[in-house]
């Protein structure tokens, strides 16, 4: 006989994930090295030869970490869980766990709009990811009675517009990659600071 009981602590979950995001992290600091044997002659040279990655490297990271607030932050705010909701988790964490890869591509080839292309639809596909997230948990009645769910829509309205900014930039990078990366450092700054949580009046 099936009960209402959660199939496991929202608390876990969001430990799991901590855990998988710490990882996508590291793997992507991994490819931060130097090439060739640096001397007094090339450590500059090579050096430089790493700006692309770095920058790639931190963009990304600003991202993840943004993706992590926001998920600590949902979680912070659901009542129960269900099955539903951990395969939802992991959909959301497999697309990121791809990261590293679109990080690492676009790092090496910044100017390849080929790596602009897969790096703006693997975050269209992340901002997805996160909007089935949470609309799931706002239209099943996972969250607190006492959360206001007008903020929650007023978040899923900006994941839309930050699907559709990933998008276009994938597509423009075909005309230009700057016009890509222009847009790639957009949807950060709409996200920056997180949504507070708004309770509803007693």
Request: hydrophobic share 55%; charged share 15%; aromatic share 14%.
């Amino acid at each position: 006989m099936m009960n209402d009981e959660p199939i496991i602590p929202s608390s876990r979950i969001e430990a799991f994930s901590d855990g998988v995001i710490a990882i996508i992290i590291t793997i992507m600091v991994f490819d931060l090295k130097i090439q060739g044997i640096p001397d007094d002659k090339n450590v500059w040279r090579e050096l430089a030869g790493l700006l692309p990655k770095i920058l790639s490297y931190a963009a990304s990271f600003v991202m993840i970490a943004i993706m992590w607030v926001n998920h600590h932050q949902l979680f912070h705010q659901i009542h129960r869980t269900d099955r539903k909701l951990l395969w939802y988790n992991l959909h959301l964490l497999f697309w990121m766990s791809l990261i590293p890869f679109a990080a690492n591509f676009i790092g090496a080839n910044p100017l390849l709009w080929q790596a602009s292309f897969v790096y703006g639809i693997l975050f269209a596909l992340n901002a997805l990811a996160f909007s089935y997230l949470r609309t799931y948990t706002v239209f099943t009645g996972l969250l607190h009675e006492a959360i206001n769910l007008e903020q929650h829509y007023k978040i899923r309205r900006k994941n839309k517009v930050a699907i559709s900014i990933y998008l276009s930039a994938a597509v423009l990078s075909m005309v230009s990659v700057y016009i890509a990366f222009v847009l790639f450092l957009v949807v950060p700054a709409m996200y920056f600071i997180p949504e507070k949580i708004i309770h509803k009046q007693s």
